[in-house]
């Protein structure tokens, strides 16, 4: 049981480029998430999912998109990467909505520079 | 106000103290919470839940008072592998994208 894992681990992006960050977790979890966590700041929600086939913006969702065909599988999306996309991601994944099965459960990150 | 309020410290304490940090919210309605420790630029860790009045694990114990809407933390005999920021995390029930991260707390054990 891997958890959650998220690919790659690090990036450089030229400004305009785009790409994918793989999340995929095993433990059969219904929500899946994506933040990102700028130097000493807190969590962002940019994108969620509450099972295969929906999707809904968070908090910080321009210039990214996601898709969720699988149960297992959230990848996000950057197209035109810029600068103030330079951030860790974070995906992150939850069993169901209530207590107690309402705990989220981090992947590694993906560390993006965006120069 | 923000949702979800937390001591930035840095707390600075010798290894074997006792702690204590604080995270008060403003959403009433909310249901469950959550202290995670986060090490530099590493995921955040589930440290524990709260889902009644307090939970405590080992050396690890937190509160929940909902009538004043905070929840606390204290950490017994800190060890140097304690230093770390320890994120407050407030969830509303009926919500799945209603997670509020608190901006986290930094703690630093020193030998």
């Known amino acids: 049981n891997a958890g959650v894992t998220q690919t790659p681990k690090f990036r450089i992006l030229k400004i305009g480029q785009s790409m994918t960050l793989q999340c995929t977790q095993d433990?059969?979890?219904?929500?899946m998430y994506w933040y990102r966590q700028d130097p000493g700041m807190g969590l962002k929600l940019i994108y969620y999912?509450?099972?295969?086939?929906?999707?809904d913006k968070g908090e910080v969702p321009n210039g990214y998109n996601v898709s969720r065909s699988t149960t297992e599988d959230f990848p996000l999306r950057l197209e035109l990467a810029a600068p103030s996309q330079t951030s860790v991601y974070f995906c992150?994944?939850?069993?169901?909505?209530?207590?107690?099965?309402?705990?989220?459960?981090f992947g590694p990150g993906t560390r993006l520079t965006v120069l | 106000r923000k949702e979800v309020e937390q001591d930035p410290g840095p707390f600075n304490v010798p290894e074997g103290a006792t702690v204590a940090f604080n995270c008060t919210y403003s959403?009433?309605?909310?249901?469950?919470f959550f202290w995670y420790r986060q090490d530099c630029r590493k995921e955040p860790k589930l440290l524990m839940s709260?889902?009644?009045s307090g939970n405590e694990d080992g050396r690890f114990t937190a509160q929940l008072n909902r009538a004043s809407q905070y929840i606390s933390l204290l950490i017994r005999d800190s060890k140097l592998s304690d230093s770390a920021t320890y994120l407050c995390?407030?969830?509303?029930?009926?919500?799945?994208?209603?997670?509020?991260f608190g901006s986290g707390t930094r703690l630093s054990i020193r030998p």
């Open positions: 992150a994944s939850i069993l169901a909505g209530g207590p107690p099965t309402d705990t989220q459960y």
């Open positions: 433990m059969n979890h219904n929500y």
């Open positions: 999912s509450v099972g295969a086939g929906i999707t």
């Open positions: 959403n009433s309605a909310s249901q469950s």
């Open positions: 709260v889902y009644s």
């Open positions: 995390v407030v969830k509303k029930y009926s919500s799945a994208s209603k997670i509020i």
